[in-house]
Nanobody, 115 residues
Framework: QVQLVESGGGLVQAGGSLRLSCAAS????????MGWYRQAPGKERTLVAH???????KYADFVKGRFTIARDIIKDGVYLQMNSLKPEDTAVYYC?????????WGLGTQVTVPS
């Protein structure tokens, strides 16, 4: 079992920045990859960024050049640095981890960018 707790969401003006953090606990040695999905009202949950245990990263096209995912060694998790935020980035952001063949999810953190 892996437990995930997100933090860092909030309201920010367009063009601003936020940093989301995800702290992992439990069976973290089995984690092969972690990342972030987001879900806007009325839309499906969509991959934002992913990082493997070896450091390989993958980004959705709509965040390339604006968002950066990296491992957080102190929290045994990951963080997502979000720059140049746009109103369309408004969503609930969920941290996930793939460990031992299972996907684990956090409860999500709201990011709001007013238009």
């Amino acid at each position: 079992q892996v437990q995930l707790v997100e933090s860092g969401g909030g309201l920010v003006q367009a063009g601003g920045s936020l940093r989301l953090s995800c702290a992992a606990s439990g069976s973290i040695l089995g984690i092969k990859g972690m990342g972030w999905y987001r879900q806007a009202p009325g839309k499906e949950r969509t991959l934002v960024a992913h990082i493997t245990s070896t450091g390989y990263t993958k980004y959705a096209d709509f965040v390339k050049g604006r968002f950066t995912i990296a491992r957080d060694i102190i929290k045994d998790g990951v963080y997502l640095q979000m720059n140049s935020l746009k109103p369309e980035d408004t969503a609930v952001y969920y941290c996930y981890a793939n460990a031992s063949g299972y996907d684990y999810w956090g409860l999500g953190t709201q990011v709001t960018v007013p238009s």
